[in-house]
């Protein structure tokens, strides 16, 4: 590896689990969430539950996983960032919720993500996912259930408290009819991402992404001297490190961490990627769809193959017509 490569050294802070055949089926072996509701009408989750979202989100659904496992806490609250913001970093709400997690003006103040000196680090990723945590532990402590965690997260923690008074909870079950429709909403939301693992977790797309780091998280300082010893790699495009970070670490190099892509996310992502999400990287098409005067021989120039080795993989096929499917790689 030259010394651009080592600005993607993989990160080595927790070791795999074997039993782990990609990276999906965590949130399977690791849940404690369990569906506790009475009175559920008929709610559909939003229109942006998808697994594309899901499968464009894995890098950073990987992050928020270790984070939570290193603090002993339910991997499926990874799942939060995708509800409240699409995994988008930067996004604002109307009502002036910030950033992953959506942190409020007043929470984010209590927390320390907006300083006395008012410096507000809600959309930068590896602050508010530490804080993130931190609210779950507390809103937990004082809960000491998971699903009236999430609820409290939405609607807050008076709100919960109040109607816990008031029968919230029945037989163990949250009563649907006791929260605003908006955090109905939020739990629906929440468990049909659960729902669309589970389902495809050890099925395409989701059973490629293996268990692994596809961000490392660098001190500023050491990062941005690797960089100014490396004399770059052009090959990342700063809109990347941006949805990775929220902010842009070469204008905003005050920050005390920044994450970078890894060996890994190379792997299945693609770092020259200027959108807002990372765009999964395609598989070679093994097939062919043949054009008018297409021969054995221009075919196999195309592909970098021998003639012979063409044949043999479409032994059926003797003559070439326009619109075959022909195999062109094993």
Avoid at 21 to 49: A, Q, Y
Avoid at 235 to 249: M, S, Y
Avoid at 282 to 288: G, M
Wanted: charged share 25%.
């Amino acid at each position: 590896m030259d010394m651009k490569g080592s600005l993607f050294l993989a990160i080595i802070f927790f070791s795999i689990p074997a039993y782990c055949e990609s990276f999906f089926k965590w949130f399977d072996e690791k849940s404690v969430f369990e569906k506790k509701f009475v009175h559920h009408e008929k709610t559909r989750p939003s229109t942006f539950i998808s697994l594309n979202l899901l499968e464009s989100s894995t890098p950073s659904l990987n992050y928020y996983s270790y984070q939570l496992i290193k603090n002993n806490m339910p991997v499926d609250l990874a799942l939060v960032p995708l509800i409240e913001s699409a995994n988008n970093p930067v996004a604002e709400s109307p009502k002036h919720a910030l950033g992953l997690w959506q942190f409020m003006p007043n929470t984010a103040k209590e927390f320390g993500l907006i300083t006395k000196d008012k410096k507000d680090f809600r959309k930068n990723v590896i602050h508010s996912t530490d804080v993130a945590l931190d609210y779950f532990k507390y809103l937990y402590n004082e809960l000491g259930d998971w699903n009236l965690v999430l609820v409290a997260y939405n609607w807050g923690i008076g709100s919960v408290k109040n109607k816990l008074k008031h029968n919230l909870i029945i037989d163990g079950n949250i009563d649907f009819n006791k929260i605003p429709r908006e955090t109905r909403n939020y739990l629906v939301n929440f468990y049909q991402l659960k729902m669309l693992i589970n389902l495809n977790s050890s099925s395409s797309p989701l059973s490629k992404y293996p268990l692994g780091h596809y961000f490392k998280r660098q001190p500023m300082s050491e990062w941005l001297q690797t960089y100014k010893n490396a004399n770059s790699d052009k090959t990342i495009n700063t809109k990347v490190l941006e949805r990775i970070n929220g902010f842009n670490p070469f204008q905003n190099n005050h920050y005390d961490y920044v994450l970078m892509p890894t060996n890994l996310f190379q792997d299945f992502f693609s770092i020259k990627d200027s959108g807002r999400r990372y765009n999964a990287k395609k598989k070679k098409s093994c097939v062919y769809l043949t054009k008018y005067k297409d021969s054995f021989q221009s075919i196999a120039f195309k592909y970098k193959m021998t003639v012979d080795h063409l044949k043999d993989l479409n032994a059926s096929i003797f003559e070439l017509r326009p619109n075959l499917k022909i195999r062109v790689c094993n």
